[in-house]
């Protein structure tokens, strides 16, 4: 069965900071992998989404992700992080090759210290 | 152009009754899906409509939920005899299926958010 694990439930980084957020899944078949950011009051939002191809993508706000095959990962980078940041972080696995449903992560909460 | 819209914002009933939670997704979207999100937690997984498929129900925590989609369209979360527990907020997201490629992102409504007294 499909599973996404986000290692970390909380992270606190500093303004102009790098930050990386893990996600890893399980799957058999090959999968699509999203990551999302819910802002404290707010919908979800898309950021990135990788199907194919470049394994490094990049999203919207800055963040990029890599998806590492081996290590079944797709974690979440930004090069420096701003205040407006401090959010909800979910991560999500669908599958290519059939209608399974898309899975979410638990997520990670950043909170960014001015 | 419009995004996924779900009614009402907000909800508050008294333990005991029924509500429904309406969801519009984007048209021509074929999935939707339902999620409910309680304070400070991730997202969890409701119910699950593809086209004409039959829906993924593996996620209604009890048989007080129930889901529809008429037309391939609308959907309606019903939840009978609310208990405090279903306090949450209640997500509804649809997306398209996108020529050449099986899936693309969802997109999600606003949410309504149910507290029950």
């Known amino acids: 069965a499909q599973s996404v694990t986000q290692p970390d439930i909380h992270i606190t980084v500093s303004e102009g900071a790098s930050l990386e957020l893990r996600c890893n899944y399980s799957y058999g078949a090959t999968p699509y992998l999203f990551w999302y950011v819910q802002s404290p009051g707010q919908g979800l939002q898309l950021l990135l989404k990788y199907f194919s191809g470049d394994t490094l993508v990049q999203g919207i706000k800055g963040f990029e992700a890599e998806f590492k095959r081996s290590q079944s990962s797709f974690n979440l980078r930004k090069p420096s992080v701003h205040w407006s940041d401090a959010a909800e972080y979910f991560c999500a696995v669908g599958a290519k090759t059939s209608y399974d449903k898309v899975i979410f992560g638990p997520g990670t909460s950043l909170s960014v210290i001015p | 152009g419009a995004g996924v819209s779900q009614s009402p914002s907000n909800k508050v009933t008294e333990k005991g009754k029924d509500v429904e939670l309406r969801c519009d997704p984007i048209?021509?979207?074929?999935?939707l899906y339902w999620y409910r999100q309680s304070l400070g937690q991730g997202l969890e997984f409701l119910i699950y409509f593809q086209g004409n498929s039959a829906p993924d129900k593996s996620g209604l925590p009890s048989d007080r939920f129930s889901a529809e989609r008429t037309g391939g369209s609308v959907s309606t979360l019903t939840i009978q005899r609310t208990q405090q527990e279903d306090s949450a907020v209640y997500l509804c997201?649809?997306?398209?299926?996108?020529?050449?490629?099986?899936?693309?992102?969802?997109?999600f409504g606003p949410g309504t958010r149910l507290t029950v007294t």
């Open positions: 048209s021509g979207h074929t999935a």
């Open positions: 997201a649809s997306s398209p299926w996108a020529s050449g490629s099986k899936w693309t992102e969802q997109y």
